[in-house]
């Protein structure tokens, strides 16, 4: 079956500083990526779309220039944490759209910023 | 716009008893409906999802899933629930936006399995 990798699984960084969260289809091809938000025991917020080859759509309320998404090939979505703060703290989940049209998700990154 | 509510925030369930999770979607066109899973500190896995078809949908690990139009529903199943389907569930919704589609979730239902 399709498979989203994510990585890493956990991080923690120090404020100020910025963090690349990658996405990878491992077999197949994804020509759309979503990048969701969980905070602790709450749903999934979706805090983009993300195209490749095209610049990524951002929900309302999002901020493009701290969070910042390439999708620079078929297999890959990198989601950039920017100058990270404690309340950035967060479950960051991605998935892609899979063969059978559905969506396949990745196993989540925990960032904590201390 | 698309919305999906899963209405019990928790739900406890004896383990071999039946399970049924509520969710009930708004949505003006016909919707794509998906059912996933969810233990701590990990992503999300697919049990069952519904396009067209047969309104009764089976998944993995014996759950299944009634699509009611009528109703605006697409209810969670299982004859009998095993200690390790303890996790969070969630409900959700494929909504297209200018060509993609995009999930809409629901606030997701906590399922404790007692002995």
């Known amino acids: 079956g399709a498979v989203v990798s994510q990585h890493p699984s956990w991080v923690i960084c120090k404020s100020g500083t910025s963090v690349k969260i990658e996405c990878r289809s491992l077999?197949?091809?994804?020509?759309?990526m979503f990048w969701y938000r969980q905070f602790p025991k709450q749903s999934l917020m979706l805090m983009a779309t993300?195209?490749?080859?095209?610049?990524?759509?951002?929900e309302q309320g999002v901020e493009k220039d701290k969070f910042l998404i390439n999708h620079a090939s078929l297999t890959l979505s990198t989601l950039t944490v920017t100058s990270a703060h404690p309340e950035d703290s967060s479950f960051y989940i991605c998935?892609?759209?899979?063969?059978?049209?559905?969506?396949?998700f990745g196993s989540g990154t925990r960032l904590t910023v201390v | 716009a698309q919305s999906v509510t899963q209405p019990d925030i928790h739900i406890t369930v004896s383990e071999g008893a039946s399970l049924e999770l509520r969710c009930n979607y708004s949505?003006?066109?016909?919707?794509?409906l998906f059912w996933y899973v969810q233990s701590p500190g990990q992503g999300l896995q697919l049990l069952l999802k519904?396009?067209?078809?047969?309104?009764l949908v089976q998944g993995i690990k014996g759950f299944e899933a009634e699509f009611k139009r009528s109703q605006s529903s697409f209810n969670l199943r299982k004859p009998s629930v095993h200690w390790s389907d303890a996790a969070e569930y969630f409900c959700?919704?494929?909504?297209?936006?200018?060509?993609?589609?995009?999930?809409?979730f629901g606030t997701g239902t906590r399922l404790l399995v007692s002995p």
């Open positions: 998935s892609a759209r899979d063969p059978t049209a559905g969506y396949t």
């Open positions: 077999d197949f091809q994804a020509t759309t």
């Open positions: 993300s195209n490749e080859g095209s610049k990524a759509t951002y």
């Open positions: 949505y003006g066109a016909t919707p794509y």
């Open positions: 519904y396009f067209s078809g047969d309104t």
């Open positions: 959700a919704v494929g909504a297209f936006r200018t060509g993609f589609q995009k999930l809409v």
